[in-house]
């Protein structure tokens, strides 16, 4: 069985900064990517930043300049640095792997439960 475990989420005032993690554990063959996702009330989840096994990233537009993504691949670990918080980025922030566990042939896209993130003064 494989779990993403997400944490460090919280209240922050305007122009803070966070860091989320998320550990992946379990039955894991390989991981190809890992990146996060939010969603805030009333609007579809939508990708916020991804990053490669090999390192390469992606983030939206709405982000970029100001979260970083970073991968720890020894301990199957991806962080989401967040600066220059704004109230536009208050949403539950969910973990996302594709990975192939190991009693599979093929990968899957695995979920972490989410994790609260409010941008508020």
């Known amino acids: 069985q494989v779990q993403l475990v997400e944490s460090g989420g919280g209240l922050v005032q305007p122009g803070g900064s966070l860091r989320l993690s998320c550990a992946a554990s379990?039955?894991?063959?390989?991981?190809?990517?890992m990146g996060w996702y939010r969603q805030a009330p009333g609007k579809q989840r939508e990708l916020v930043a991804g990053i490669t096994r090999g390192g390469s990233t992606n983030y939206a537009d709405s982000v970029k300049g100001r979260f970083t993504i970073s991968a720890d691949n020894a301990k199957d670990t991806v962080y989401l640095e967040m600066n220059s918080l704004k109230p536009e980025d208050t949403a539950v922030y969910y973990c996302?792997?594709?990975?192939?566990?190991?009693?599979?042939?093929?990968?899957?896209?695995?979920w972490g439960q989410g994790t609260q993130v409010t941008v508020s003064s």
């Open positions: 996302n792997a594709d990975l192939r566990p190991t009693t599979r042939r093929y990968s899957y896209t695995y």
């Open positions: 379990g039955s894991i063959f390989s991981i190809n990517s």
